[in-house]
């Protein structure tokens, strides 16, 4: 409102013609017009009334208006567009109110407001990229959900990752599964994925997973020869009836020749487990362990791209990703985590917890007084690989001793990698990092045409 109609720009009548006052009376509106009042401050229907002293602005008026946002300080505040988030002016406060600054370009109090605005969103943004590369570079979506504060005033289509785009292309999804079973261990999805070309640290070449239906909980493998994954599902299968006190009903898995083993079928034929098995050349109806594969590969890549970390540490990064997936909210599980579902859902065993690191980069490892002397380091510099099974600790390799550390007397320094050699990504690196493809799955039957 202000009391000089020579301010406002084609005067018009008005259909409100009295406004109330701070002390209760009413006073005549004359008319109301357009006013600028910045180069960035434009207001309409601006109401004219004589009796005012001062000219006022309403903010509640003015946020309708111009959809945009005002912040207030002990000192100033500061108007923002909610779609450019450009200020768009400036008040500063004298006594009891807060005045609009028109020369707001040129006021220090306006700079210390953007300066302090842009560093705290700055400092968010910087935040919301270190989960994504602590949690095997999870989508921003979900990170969104996990971290809405940090989102506040950021959009997550602003966020792109190159590793994420080098690390998940793949060609369109498999169908969903709706029809999840009701209680934990009715039904085992299980997959075996390999041969590598490149060993890991302890020479595995393959994998296997074994997911239960209803949790999506994931227990991974590694293995030297794929005709492990008999003794391993039996052994997975003790520890569910030992731990969770549970019956595994169905095992779902394909036609691979590890699951049609003579051992294999005897002990679930014993067990009573009948052996669900996909139609031949269709890994698609494997509807669940198969996008499981490839979401744990997209993590692998990603976290070895990401760190630059050689070819071989592939098989500590897919148990680092197995993980990170267990404990990272699922759209499948109404966003609960798969273990927050699956300690919901059973009594279940006390599984360790530690605060996600960044695969890859450099910890150091506290020495202890009977590996070290006085004169010499009291910290070994490592490589941060991942997490303890058994033991409450984060998995540090030191390289040129290949002495693996489990500890909690770490410090990490997240912003930096063990392996940061750019050539590292160059020439053979680069082409075995794409030896770790969802579809390079061989089994017998792929082997038998």
């Given amino acids: 409102m202000t009391f000089d109609s020579r301010q406002v720009s084609t005067l018009r009548p008005s259909s409100q013609k009295i406004v109330s006052t701070a002390n209760g009376n009413t006073t005549p509106v004359i008319g109301e017009g357009s006013l600028t009042l910045t180069d960035t401050l434009n207001l309409d229907s601006v109401l004219v009334v004589p009796s005012l002293d001062y000219n006022l602005l309403s903010v509640s008026q ?55 605005d842009e560093f705290e969103g700055e400092k968010k943004k910087s935040e919301i990229w270190l989960w994504h590369r602590r949690l095997g570079h999870a989508s921003f979506g979900y990170l969104k959900k996990l971290f809405p504060s940090l989102f506040a005033k950021s959009d997550i289509s602003g966020f ?28 085992i999805h299980s997959d075996v994925w390999g ?31 794929k ?28 036609n691979g020749g590890e699951y049609q083993s003579s051992d294999l079928q005897k002990y679930l034929e014993g067990h009573g487990i009948i052996h669900h098995t996909t139609c031949s050349n269709t890994p698609q109806q494997n509807g669940v362990a198969e996008p499981k594969n490839r979401h744990l590969l997209e993590v692998v890549r990603a976290s070895l791209i990401a ?15 197995a993980y990170l997936i267990n404990r990272v909210p699922s759209s499948s599980i109404n966003f609960q985590t798969p273990l927050q579902a699956l300690t919901n859902a059973v009594v279940a065993p006390t599984v360790p917890n530690l605060p996600p690191r960044v695969f890859g980069c450099v910890a150091f490892v506290h020495l202890h007084k009977h590996q070290r002397t006085k004169l010499t380091s009291h910290a070994l510099q490592c490589v941060f690989i991942g997490y303890a099974f058994h033991k409450k600790g984060y998995r540090c390799y030191h390289p040129p001793t290949r002495q693996m550390y489990i500890t909690m007397d770490v410090v990490f320094h ?17 082409k075995e990092i794409q030896t770790l493809d969802y579809d390079y799955h061989i089994s017998e039957e792929d082997e038998s045409g």
Wanted: glycine residues 4%; positive net charge.
């Fill in 160 to 187: 792109r990752c190159d590793i994420c785009e080098l690390a998940k292309s793949h060609r369109a999804s498999f169908p969903l599964i709706l029809n999840k079973s009701s209680f934990p261990f009715m039904v």
């Fill in 227 to 254: 005709d492990e994954a008999s003794l391993l599902f039996q052994n997975f299968h003790k520890v569910i009836e030992t731990q969770y006190n549970a019956k595994v009903r169905v095992l779902r898995s394909d």
């Fill in 62 to 116: 003015i946020t309708a208006a111009l959809s945009c946002i005002v912040i207030f300080w002990l000192e100033f505040c500061v108007i923002k567009d909610i779609q450019t988030r450009q200020t768009i002016g400036c008040g500063i406060k004298r006594g009891k109110l807060y005045y609009l600054d028109l020369q707001s370009k040129d006021s220090n109090k306006l700079q210390q407001a953007l300066m302090a």
């Fill in 307 to 321: 760190a630059k970390t050689p070819i071989s540490y592939w098989g500590e990064a897919i148990t680092y990703a």
């Fill in 195 to 225: 041969p590598s070309k490149v060993p890991t640290l302890s020479g595995s070449r393959w994998f296997v997973t074994f997911i239960d239906d209803c949790t999506r909980m994931t227990w991974l493998c590694l293995m030297k020869t």
């Fill in 414 to 430: 997240e912003d930096s990698m063990y392996f940061s050699s750019e050539s590292e990504l160059q020439g053979e690196y680069h």
